[in-house]
């Protein structure tokens, strides 16, 4: 495995780039493995094409005096950086020789590099082209622009702690690595491709430019380094782009659970202790406990903390530079410095090795832009680059996330503010936020998302519990709960809130915990994927205008859309693109694309759509992750009007103990056999983790306008007894019972904890 970081640019189903970062006229070429050389007249330079995957081209460009640097640079600094892979197998592709241009056709793809002046085309296997190069001088990249493109990501783009332009996520200026954004040199285009800018120099990405838009800045020096991938789709692109610069991390289950975040209310361990009771107590469901910067400021004894006792995680605040002594008599610090190993091995193993046993297994790593942390050991042997305090800073959130692997056993687990190459190393806070500030939390959020960081964070109830009572309060609890990690600031605790505040809390918590393993499984998929688990319209319905221009409505996962309502501002149209999709309040059926208008959303109601073919695992009523076995499984089935869906729940021991390695998998599908037909099936895959035998309660939504159903089989030939009330089949051991106000065929299955089954309901007696 090789890494280190360069530039990229990801292509797509229409057509490719002509790239200009030298001088020169083409002279000749050689093939290598994977590799066309390619070397120039009139200058030193020479330029590498190296095909990775058919649909992944890398483009490195030597510095002024024909030197590349080699990949195993930053392997050996404590690396991987930006990129973690290197090797690729071998790539089938031809080489032509043409008068005017030498081209390389992969099985997807057609690179074409023009000869005078050199620079590189990428087209489709049909010829169409994407973009080209417009010129440029050194160490910038200008491009052609069409009329119709748009472009997205480039990570968190803020103006100002916490905020985005709040009326889009289409981007036309943004600048690259500054200082306290998390910040990714990836964008992608509605022409089908991406451009990641792969460098720690710092970049400036001009893209409102009419008929082209410009790079500057990140192209100099020897990092001169892109990779091209081809999409089209938004989401392939996000997947051959976390192939090169790493997955997402994946988090322990209890990391997707609730998080209070303590900082003037509870100011000691006892304080801790009393918040975890409370929490517990008013059934207001959590599993964290995160301790903010007065962690620093107050008597610690490890031994008086015990919110591990009331099933809480404990997460503390640190920072490299506000470390302070536990108290007279205790040995000085080392010198700060996380490049030693030695000073990493004193800080995770004597200074918090007490609280490791008290519950504490992450960290809030915050303040890292502070130019003293390892600037000597980098100037002395760290990589050739000019900007290091971005690095510095990655690899002290690299170091931190590592190591809460190392000591747990199982995945790390982080709570950071900011750093680009970051999403590898989740969780991503959005930083200090007031109430109004939410329209930019929101497209942060989903922006992010757009350049491969599957999780987010946010101060719920606002920095300093700026929400009033009421509305404002109720609509940060419904968005945030709908989020990858909820973190409830604390300025005002739950049981300080009215009643009707506290009463929408329960409600949200509710369905979230009961969606956990959605949630969890979706968490899972972003891992493999690099798809995020809030997704923005554009993501998937990358061709429609109106979701091209929507930066707050969202898909959570593979099923629901999200529409926050965002105070002073009502709901007053929502849009759901094409597809069948159902309220999931009141079962109301809409046809997309449809814009519906006066939607009615009282406080305590956030708008939340389910698309057709949705199938949503969800578990019991638990006050934090795992409490009960999910036992009864509840999918809730939404099928489409024809054909089948498919959706995958993952489970494990939660990820935060040795063993995590193991899984099981459990494949479900639903197909509509005509109009009086629905089946499930589900498959399990085995990979080590057993899961007992288990009944499933399976909702399936009945469509119009078929009869009402009259048998339900298991596995083709089990005749299930019908119900004529709710409660009968909740005391019985299995049956179906049909709720006609609502058409809803409520099942009830005894499952195998290791072989599959199908239920078929049938508007037919006789099947």
Known sequence: MNLIPRFLLVLSAVSLTAVRLCAGDFSSYRVSGNKVSFRLSGTPESVDVIVCKKDIIRVKISDEAGQFQ????????????????????????????????????????????????????????????????????????????FDDEFFYGFGCISGGEGTV???????????????????????????????????????????????????????????????????????????????????????????????????????????WNEGARRVREGGYRGDII???????????????????????????????????????????????????????????NEWHQ??????????????????????????????????????????????????????????????????????RFPTLWNGDTSTGHLPGIIANHLSAGLAGYAHFSFDMMGFGNTCKDGEETQRHVEFGMLTPNPNVFQGKRPWDFTDEDQNCYRKYTRLRYRLMPYIYSTAWQASRTGVPIMRAMVLDYTDDPVCRDEPHD??????????????????????????????????????????????????????LFVKAGAIIPMGPDIQYVDQKPTDPLTLEVFPAPSGTSRYTLYEDNGGNAPGWEKHRLTHFSCTKAGPRQVRVDLS?????????????????????????????????????????????????????????????????CPGSGAAGLSMTVSADRGQ
């Open 70 to 145: 080699p990949d195993s640079l930053y392997l050996d600094y404590y690396g991987p950086f930006l990129v973690v892979k290197y090797d690729w197998d071998p790539v089938p592709f031809t080489v032509h020789d043409h008068d005017d241009r030498v081209e390389i056709v992969t099985g997807r793809l057609k690179v074409r590099c023009l000869k005078r002046p050199f620079g590189i085309g990428l087209y489709t296997l049909a010829g169409k082209l994407i973009t080209e190069d417009l010129g440029g001088a050194a160490e910038t990249i200008t491009k052609r622009k």
């Open 290 to 348: 995160r301790v903010d910067s007065n962690f620093n400021d107050v008597p610690r004894d490890p031994a008086v903390i015990d919110v591990a006792g009331r099933n809480f995680e404990f997460s503390v605040w640190i920072s490299q530079f506000d470390l302070k002594p536990f108290g007279p008599g205790e040995p000085p610090q080392p010198k700060q410095d996380f490049t030693d190993p030695g000073w990493r091995n004193w800080f995770f």
């Open 354 to 423: 007490a609280y490791w046993g008290r519950g504490l297994h992450h960290y809030k790593v915050d303040r890292e832009n502070d130019p003293r942390s390892g600037a000597d050991t980098l100037a002395a042997t760290g990589p050739p680059i000019d900007n290091t305090a971005d690095l510095r800073r990655f690899l002290w959130y690299k170091s931190v996330f590592e190591r809460t692997a190392h000591k747990s056993g199982g995945r790390g687990a982080m709570f950071n503010r900011h750093g680009f190459g970051m999403h």
């Open 165 to 271: 332009n709040p009326s889009t996520l289409k981007r036309t200026v943004a600048a690259w690595a500054q200082e306290g954004v998390s910040n990714a040199s990836l964008f992608m285009s509605t022409s089908g491709y991406g451009l990641f800018l792969d460098t720690w120099n710092r970049a400036k990405f001009r893209m409102g430019g009419s008929g082209s838009y410009r790079i500057s800045g990140g192209m100099k020096g020897p990092h001169r380094d892109y990779y091209m991938f081809y999409g089209p789709a938004f989401r392939h692109i996000l997947d051959l782009y976390t192939q090169v610069t790493g997955r997402p991390g994946f988090l322990p289950k209890y990391m997707y659970g609730v998080a209070y975040h303590e900082y003037w209310t509870l100011r000691t361990p006892y304080d």
């Open 684 to 748: 399990v895959e085995d990979k080590g983790y057993g899961v007992p035998d288990r009944t499933y309660l399976c909702n399936i939504r009945w469509q119009a306008p078929a009869p009402a159903p009259a048998a339900v089989l298991k596995n083709g030939t089990e005749r299930f007894p019908r119900h004529r009330t709710k409660a009968a089949l909740k005391s019985a051991a299995k049956g179906f019972w049909y709720d006609a106000s609502t058409r809803v065929v409520h099942i009830k």
């Open 554 to 607: 969202y898909l959570f996962g593979d099923w629901l859309l999200v529409s926050p309502v965002i105070p002073p501002r009502k709901t007053d149209k929502i849009y759901l693109p094409a597809g069948q999709w159902t309220d999931w309040w009141d079962g109301t059926v809409y046809n997309g694309p449809v814009t519906l208008r006066s939607y009615p959303t009282p406080s305590d109601k956030i708008p």
